[in-house]
């Protein structure tokens, strides 16, 4: 079953060349879903090593902002923040008030407390463990191809076992017909 499926979904492959027992099991540990699946999680992992490690490296943010209001709590703080409150005018019905800002960062990790080390190892784990997880998915795919293909083979055997018992019973019926006459 699997290794006809392997062989429905190869399409027009199957007619170009015959399917053998090391062909099934090459297409199967690299075209079927599940290891390409199990390959991605590879893939993953290794990406998610690339992000632990750019996660301690300098980083230098660049921030601006634009805001008005007229809500007084808002305006008062604005005028606050920017020291330029002044006690003249009405505090309940200010005038627009507007607020700009921008900022320039740099970040430099310089203790983290073993973080660093620590999500590098994880991540260097989840590469391993999803490699082992590839090798152990194709070879329960290779697996079952196998399986399949000698089931096939037992299949024929028994067929073929099958018409030299019929061909014999047939033939014995035959002599039984002639001792009779």
């Known amino acids: 079953t699997l ?23 090459a297409h199967v540990a690299e075209d079927a879903p599940d290891a390409r699946v199990a390959s991605l999680r590879v893939e993953k992992a290794r990406n998610q090593l690339s992000e632990a490690q750019a996660r301690w490296r300098h980083k230098l943010t660049a921030e601006t902002g634009y805001s008005a209001t007229d809500n007084p709590v808002q305006a008062f703080m604005f005028l606050l923040n920017q020291r330029q409150l002044t006690f003249g005018g009405d505090f309940n019905d200010p005038d627009v008030t507007d607020n700009w800002g921008s900022e320039l960062r740099l970040e430099l990790p310089l203790y983290t407390g073993g973080a660093r080390q620590a999500s590098q190892l994880a991540a260097h784990s989840g590469i391993e463990a999803s490699g082992q997880d590839l090798i152990a998915t194709r070879r329960q795919l290779q697996l079952e191809v196998a399986r399949t293909y000698f089931q096939i083979l037992r299949a024929r055997e028994i067929v073929a076992a099958t018409r030299s018992s019929l061909g014999s019973q047939t033939s014995n019926l035959e002599l039984a017909r002639e001792l009779v006459d």
């Open 3 to 25: 290794l006809s499926a392997a062989l429905f979904v190869a399409g027009g492959e199957a007619l170009a060349e015959p399917w053998t027992l090391d062909r099934a099991l």
